[in-house]
Every structure is written in C-alpha cells, then in structure tokens.
T-cell receptor, first 113, second 111 residues
Framework: DAGVIQSPRHEVTEMGQEVTLRCKPI?????LFWYRQTMMRGLELLIY????????DSGMPEDRFSAKMPNASFSTLKIQPSEPRDSAVYFC???????????FGEGSRLTVL | GESVGLHLPTLSVQEGDNSIINCAYS??????FIWYKQESGKGPQFIID?????DKRQGQRVTVLLNKTVKHLSLQIAATQPGDSAVYFC??????????FGAGTTVTVRA
C-alpha cells in the first residue's frame, strides 16, 4: 500500500496568493482528516470527512480556508488568499474507522512570504 | 528574549536504557488514547493505543499505562534504540472522532 499521498511536499508563495494542497487517502479508508502543525499551536484538526462528506469543520481557522472531497480518493485544502500566519505543515490522514489508528501523509510544508 | 511557541518537554536517554514518556490529558470523558511518534520531516506514526476500560497494554518494546484517577498516560519504551529518537505525542479521543494531540515530548537517544 502506498500510504497517504500528499502534494506538494513544499510550497513557497507570496501573501495573497491561492494555495491548494492535495491528498490521496489510503484506498478503502472512509475517514479523511486535515491537520495543521505549527510550533505555536502543535497539531490542530482543521476538518474531517466521512464517506466524502464533511462532518466537522469547526477547526477551520476562517473563511479563507476551504476543503473538498469530490471522491473517495482525493481531497483538497485551499487557502485563498494566503497570509504569512498560514505558514505551517499541513497533514492529511485517513483511517478505515475513526477515530482509530490514523495514517498520516508526509505533510505539505507551506511558507507564505 | 524569550522564545515564543510550545515548550516541548525533552528526554535524553542512553541507548539500551528504558524510556518513560508522560502525558496528562484534560477530559475525564475521553475514552480512547493513542501514542504517536513523529520523526523529523515525516508525519506522525501510530505506536500503540489503549481504551479507557484498560489500564495497561503492551506492544513490541512499548507499554502504555493509563491512570484515569489522575488523568495520566505514559509510554514506556524498552531498550531504547537510536531509531527511537523522535517527538512523541499522546492523543485523546473525546468520542467524536476528533483526536486532540498533546504538545509532544522530544526524545533523544545517546549512543
């Protein structure tokens, strides 16, 4: 199994630009989670999906953030417009049955200048 | 000046010794706990989990202990190896599929 696949691994962009992070969960996993990791706040849950449906987005910081899961094998996290304080590592994770063992991707490191 | 950010506890351990990593959780209603290991530049990796109806669970070289009275969780690593150097997180589930992660403990193994 290839594991959870995230892209891009690194992104450097300028304030105001749109950023799209992508995730391919492990096949057969019904739950998908987006986390953000910073030194200030640690690992924070942004949103999670069950069977492609957003269940809880209470962790999404503000309206500039949006997430979609158009099918069982693909999800995106979009930030528009990006700000320097959005700089962080964004992780996608999936599991067959939440909240059990989460399988994390390698993360997307975002730097907003 | 003072650094800004989470103050991560650290643990330095001699190779071959046992390690004990501690974690205090906040919610007495939490019913499921997980330990994760995160190596530099990688995503967190599952180590072991325990449900609230247990007080001890063992895996390969690792043991998790749960003390619900004082809301305390610990991870014991036997015969620590250089590959065990990482940041270790405890996480609690509050019954709604949302894991809440602790700040993490940085473990450094001395050769």
């Amino acid at each position: 199994d290839a594991g959870v696949i995230q892209s891009p691994r690194h992104e450097v962009t300028e304030m105001g630009q749109e950023v799209t992070l992508r995730c391919k969960p492990i096949s057969g996993h019904d739950y998908l989670f987006w986390y953000r990791q910073t030194m200030m706040r640690g690992l924070e849950l942004l949103i999670y999906f069950n069977n492609n449906v957003p269940i809880d987005d209470s962790g999404m910081p503000e309206d500039r953030f949006s997430a979609k899961m158009p099918n069982a094998s693909f999800s995106t996290l979009k930030i528009q417009p990006s700000e320097p304080r959005d700089s962080a590592v964004y992780f996608c994770a999936s599991t067959r049955q939440g909240p059990g063992e989460l399988f994390f991707g390698e993360g997307s490191r975002l730097t907003v200048l | 000046g003072e650094s800004v950010g989470l103050h991560l506890p650290t643990l330095s351990v001699q190779e071959g010794d046992n390690s004990i990593i501690n974690c205090a959780y906040s919610n007495s209603a939490s019913d499921y706990f997980i330990w994760y290991k995160q190596e530099s530049g990688k995503g967190p990796q599952f180590i072991i989990d325990i449900r609230s109806n247990m007080d001890k669970r063992q895996g390969q070289r690792v043991t998790v202990l749960l003390n619900k009275t004082v809301k305390h969780l610990s991870l014991q690593i036997a015969a620590t190896q250089p590959g065990d150097s990482a940041v270790y997180f405890c996480a609690e589930n509050r019954g709604d599929y949302k894991l809440s992660f602790g700040a993490g403990t940085t473990v450094t193994v001395r050769a």
